[in-house]
């Protein structure tokens, strides 16, 4: 499996973009990719003709720096251009006329909703790198990712980006006891839903009975059973592919866990995964997996192609 074949680098004037230009320019040298360059003058925050112009300018004398800078270190920049607009779906056109597989991109500690890199969350249809905290000279030295199905393309994905790396992967599955254990099941007869009441919820003709601790026990460790199997397959395949991985179960909110295993953890980056019609996996369903791109203290790497 290739990582990458042609980088996407988006430059702009937020914290981390100079963190994202070294480690698209290290993954560009590493992955022997192309590499194109596109500085953002966001129109929606520099309106008058003046700012723009002196933004331009800027962005004209970043490019050249950070082309100059790229080969020094033997990587050539193949594409350099300012980008003046909205910028979300123009960076995307700019990407898809490129055919890139990897859009990178500077992320803040958090990225609110609606920012840039928070569309580019929800509408990339190409791989794409949050990249936050400290890589050491673009290296990734810990890889985790959370996984709920083995045969999702983000395991395989991080599997090869270990190799590559030389780094330490974790896989992990998160159990969340409290949404995923029901406390009290509902008894009832079965003829009371015929009839005239064969309308009405189950949930609301019967007695509501409290599950037993025992019984919660049993269901929290076939949960936990059926987690270890999950990251015991991804870690079979690691090995199979020369790469120790370490399998870890979680219990709690997913985004909540996720992320301060990662900060505690001291890793570097994140993968996981997002569907082609741009859901986000059965892994991490609805919010929970924008949550964990949008407020992680590492990188993140959403996975839509690991082909």
Known sequence: MKI????????????NSNKATDQAVMMARKLEADLSSLYVVNTHMYQTPK????????????LKIVKDNALEIGVNITSSRILVGGPTNDILKDVKSNRSDLLIIGAGANSPKGSVPDKLIR????????????????????ILVPINNPDLEAPLFAVNLAKQYNAQLTTCHVIDVKAGLTKERVVYLPEASKGSMA???????????????????????????????I??????????????????????????????????????????????????SRLLTGSVSKKIARNASCSVMIINNAS
């Open 123 to 142: 509408k990339a249809k190409c791989n794409l790198l949050l990249v936050r905290g400290d890589q050491n000279d673009g290296n990734f030295n810990k």
């Open 4 to 15: 990458a074949k042609k980088i996407h680098l988006v430059i702009d004037r937020s914290k």
């Open 51 to 62: 700012v723009i112009g002196a933004m331009l300018r800027t962005g004209k004398k970043h």
């Open 199 to 229: 309308h009405i919820p189950h949930s609301l003709l019967g007695e509501k009975v409290p599950l037993t601790p025992a019984l919660i026990d049993k269901l929290k460790n076939n949960m936990t059973e059926k987690g270890y199997k």
């Open 231 to 280: 990251t015991c397959t991804v870690a079979k395949t690691a090995k199979e592919a020369g790469i120790e991985a370490k399998s870890v179960i979680l219990s709690g909110r997913p985004s909540v866990e996720i992320n301060k295993y990662a900060t505690e953890g001291n890793f570097d980056l994140i993968v996981m995964n997002h569907t082609n019609r741009g859901r986000l």
